[in-house]
């Protein structure tokens, strides 16, 4: 009898919760419908109801979105889906609601959501993120928040590549890009991409710009940009220089990305781009000539280095105390590759680098690129060591 009781308690407890948060979330919503300027009431909320379904299917159709940058916004938009299905775990109770819409001039409303784990009980918010919506006589379209950002950031031009930043810009850093761009281009034989390029602090500073309000997964990221995602890029710390990925852009026009060998991908991107992070000390991007005379730095003073283990051994991690000095993200097992790459390049031209990110991926990377170089420079794991040095001491 007394389970019984304790039982209907309990039922009576979860009724009366559930009861609480629907009036919570009228109250919210009349709260909303009644502010100032909100005049296309419940026909937004009927389109933040479908949004939400559409969010956690992930089923983002191209006629809810608006705007001339509709195929970056539906990437983002997208993108925030894929993040609500990351956090969708078999142990989890997620929870997306609207926690505020407000207007904004030109019929828009900022509409802001909250994802939230209820089985996660010390650390249960996951997200909070903003998603513009944009109203007209038919239908509400929705859209990323880039543009209500930055709609009056500066914005100049070099090449095909349009940079927006907020105070000043280092010219010559965006003339090389924008170069760089051309070249990459030249030799994959496509047209150079316009490109727009958002200069930011850091990676936490992208994220607002992408609608991220909080997300627990990026906390303590700092040293990364974005990019390219439908021709935009943000920048590595403030710098001009994204030429690292816009490498593994174009490579990925011609290869299928899922089955390129990375070793390659990475040495020529060292290569022809630069080693994506910036040296800690001056904030330049470090490139291969500076990374080449460090290491050749480094093999005198630890003359019993084995370049073969080294190259393995710090490929995917930098394991060795060679460039700490710069930076805690610099390889130099991607060095390494990028001279045995540069050395096909110059022997075999674009046919070269081609059998190189063709090469695969079976059983691993390492493997595919050790058949391709010995087949095409005559370097197997016996002779890496003498014939590397060689290249590294005649670089």
Same mark, same amino acid.
């Given at each position: 009898m007394k389970n019984k009781i304790r039982l209907f308690i309990f039922f009576l407890f979860l009724i009366s919760n559930h009861n609480s948060l629907i009036a919570q979330e009228n109250n919210m919503k009349e709260k909303i419908l009644s502010s100032y300027g909100f005049v296309h009431g419940e026909k937004v909320?009927?389109?933040?109801?479908?949004? #939400?379904?559409?969010?956690?299917s992930g089923e983002i159709k191209e006629n809810m979105i608006y705007g001339k940058e509709k195929s970056f916004s539906l990437n983002q938009i997208n993108s925030i889906s894929k993040s609500i299905e990351y956090y969708n775990t078999d142990t989890s109770?997620?929870? *997306?609601? *609207?926690?505020?819409?407000?207007?904004?001039?030109?019929?828009? =409303?900022?509409?802001?959501? $909250? *994802?939230?784990?209820?089985?996660?009980?010390?650390?249960?918010?996951?997200?909070?993120?903003? #998603?513009m919506a944009h109203a007209n006589d038919n239908s509400i379209q929705f859209s990323s928040i880039l543009d209500y950002h930055t709609s009056f950031w500066r914005t100049k031009k070099y090449g095909h590549v349009t940079y927006y930043y907020r105070e000043k810009i280092n010219e010559d850093r965006a003339q090389s890009f924008a170069q760089k761009n051309v070249m990459l281009a030249t030799r994959f034989k496509k047209e150079p991409v316009a490109l727009n390029f958002y200069m930011v602090e850091n990676y936490q500073e992208i994220l607002p710009l992408l609608g991220y309000v909080y997300d627990e997964s990026s906390i303590g990221k700092i040293r990364d940009g974005l990019g390219v995602l439908e021709n935009v890029i943000f920048s590595v710390m403030n710098n001009e220089d994204f030429s690292h990925d816009l490498f593994h852009f174009y490579a990925n026009t011609v290869h299928e990305k899922a089955t390129s060998n990375w070793v390659a991908h990475e040495g020529l991107a060292y290569s022809w781009g630069n080693a994506y992070y910036t040296n800690i000390n001056n904030g330049e991007m470090a490139d291969q000539k500076e990374l080449v005379e460090e290491l050749k730095q480094y093999l005198e003073k630890n003359p019993d280095t084995d370049l073969l283990e080294l190259f393995e051994n710090n490929f995917w991690k930098p394991k060795d105390d060679i460039y700490t000095h710069l930076a805690p993200d610099f390889k130099a097992g991607r060095l390494?590759? $990028?001279? *045995?790459?540069?050395?096909? =390049?110059?022997?075999?031209?674009?046919? +070269?680098?081609?059998?190189?990110?063709?090469? +695969?991926?079976?059983?691993?990377?390492?493997?595919?690129? =050790?058949e391709i170089i010995d087949d095409l420079l005559g370097i197997t794991k016996k002779n890496f060591h003498k014939k590397v040095k060689k290249l590294i001491d005649n670089y």
């Open positions: 909320f009927n389109a933040i109801d479908d949004l #939400i379904v559409h969010l956690k109770e997620i929870e *997306l609601k *609207l926690l505020n819409a407000f207007p904004f001039p030109n019929n828009r =409303y900022k509409l802001q959501f $909250s *994802l939230t784990d209820k089985k996660d009980i010390e650390n249960p918010l996951k997200m909070i993120f903003e #998603i390494i590759a $990028s001279i *045995l790459c540069d050395a096909i =390049y110059k022997k075999h031209g674009m046919e +070269g680098v081609h059998q190189l990110i063709a090469s +695969g991926r079976s059983p691993n990377h390492f493997d595919p690129f =050790y």
